[in-house]
């Protein structure tokens, strides 16, 4: 059974720093890319970062550049999301998605929520 759950958002004061972890079963997780999407309220969902099978190359969306690290630990089976300077237009959902270039499977996690706010 493919699970993919995300942990470790909260509540958060702007500046602020938060790690999110995204725990994968029941799939090759190191064959693999991965990547954090984002929705807020009345937003569509928009990809945050991703990260390719060995943990480079990666990429950020121009709105968390320089701000946020993706990266992953292949023998836990495990991505994580540093967030770091964190503003209120970060708030939303954060979402674990898993994609096979192959054979095109895709699988997502249920979402953890983030909220930036004083």
């Known amino acids: 059974q493919v699970q993919l759950v995300e942990s470790g958002g909260g509540l958060v004061q702007p500046g602020g720093s938060l790690r999110l972890s995204c725990a994968a079963s029941?799939?090759?997780?190191?064959?693999?890319?991965m990547k954090w999407y984002r929705q807020a309220p009345g937003n569509e969902r928009e990809l945050v970062a991703t990260i390719t099978t060995f943990g480079t190359p990666t990429y950020y969306a121009d709105s968390v550049k320089g701000r946020f690290t993706i990266s992953r630990e292949n023998a836990k089976n495990t991505m994580y999301l540093q967030m770091s300077s964190l503003k209120p237009e970060d708030t939303a959902v954060y979402y674990c998605n898993a994609v096979h270039y192959a054979t095109f499977d895709n699988y997502w996690g249920q979402g953890t929520q983030v909220t930036v706010s004083s």
């Open positions: 029941g799939f090759a997780f190191s064959s693999y890319t």
